[in-house]
């Protein structure tokens, strides 16, 4: 199905839960976005949706608000609703956590837009009933949206990633099958067109805009390709420990000292610093926690490392933390 007739089946569904009276074909026209202006045209495809409404299992009710009036539709929120469901704790957790995850979309705004369209016709609407049926997603990499949408459309795309232990970026070319979530961080999985196989970019990595690289529905995803199994088997690749070298000034940073293989006066040791050798597996995580010390901490090396403290001191300031 494509997407704009998944957003108009969405928001005709919207519409005839929303309303509390029948709304006639014409009402339906005006309020819902996506039906073409020529009588027959419209005609044609309000048949096809009604019909794939009931092929879903709608409830799609058919009748007049009294005599003489003319035939309209909607849809009964009671018989719409799913019955009592009586969940596990384990299940209720997981569908709490699915709520949090969903935050944003695009057809969400296209259906709060129908039902302003009813309400300005003069057509009384039941708001608390279209709340429960908007989607929302949201996650914290800015690369998100560009990637979900990219597997939606089934589109290629291309970004520059910076890889573990990197301190520059590649142009990456992929066909992307899915996006996932594993251990609190997203992955895109894919068709990487550079490398001829399968592969899996974390989208904290990704660096820039993700810019389409190829026309719409030019991605095909093989049969059988689990996206979630290939994001566990090689979605983390930081494997090895590695060293980093890091200044800790004397009397402070009681964290990282407990942390450390060694600790060592710097210099003659009359500056004020220690020097400290520090082992740790990922940049993402490890850097957060070295930028909490501030100026008690500075970072010799690697270089990536470095960069991603200056660079979430650098978030700290511009989001006014260090007022």
């Known amino acids: 199905m494509s997407r704009r007739k998944t957003e108009r089946l969405l928001n005709l569904v919207v519409c005839l839960l929303a ?19 020529s009588d027959e045209a419209f005609k044609r495809m309000f048949e096809r ?54 935050q944003r979309a695009s ?23 279209a709340v429960g049926i908007e989607p929302r997603l949201d996650t914290g990499d800015p690369s998100f949206p ?18 573990v232990g990197r301190t520059s970026v590649t142009r990456r070319h992929l066909e992307p099958w899915g996006v996932v979530s594993r251990r609190g961080r997203w992955y895109v999985v894919g068709h990487d067109r550079d490398r001829g ?17 190829g026309p719409e529905g030019s991605v095909v995803v093989p049969d059988g390709v689990d996206v979630r199994r290939i994001a566990f088997d090689r979605g983390d690749p930081v494997a090895e420990p590695r060293p980093a070298t890091v200044r800790l000034r004397q009397g402070a940073a009681q964290g990282p ?5 060694d600790v060592r ?22 850097a957060p926690y070295l930028a909490r010390f501030a100026d008690d901490v500075v970072v010799l090396d690697p270089p990536d490392l470095r960069e991603a403290v200056i660079q979430q001191l650098k978030a700290v300031l511009a989001g006014g933390g260090g007022q």
């Open 19 to 37: 309303t509390r009276r029948y709304l006639t074909a014409e009402q339906i026209r005006r309020a819902v976005p996506g039906y073409p202006d």
């Open 49 to 102: 949706d009604k019909e794939e409404l009931r092929e879903l299992g709608v409830p799609l009710e058919v009748g007049s608000d009294g005599d003489g009036e003319e035939t309209g539709y909607r849809i009964p929120p009671q018989a719409y609703e799913l019955p009592d469901i009586h969940l596990t704790p384990d299940e209720a957790a997981v569908l709490g956590l699915a709520a949090r995850v969903w």
């Open 107 to 129: 057809m969400a705004e296209a259906a709060s837009g129908a039902l302003l369209k009813l309400r300005a016709a003069g057509v009384e609407t039941d708001e608390t009933t």
């Open 146 to 163: 560009a990637l979900w949408e990219a597997v939606r459309d089934a589109r290629p795309v291309a970004f520059d990633y910076q890889g």
């Open 197 to 213: 196989e399968p592969r899996v970019f974390r989208l904290s990595r990704i660096a820039g805009e993700v810019v389409p690289d």
């Open 257 to 261: 000292r407990r942390w450390a293989r």
């Open 265 to 286: 006066p710097a210099g003659d040791g009359r500056d004020g610093w220690d020097e400290a050798t520090l082992t740790f597996r990922d940049v993402d995580r490890f």
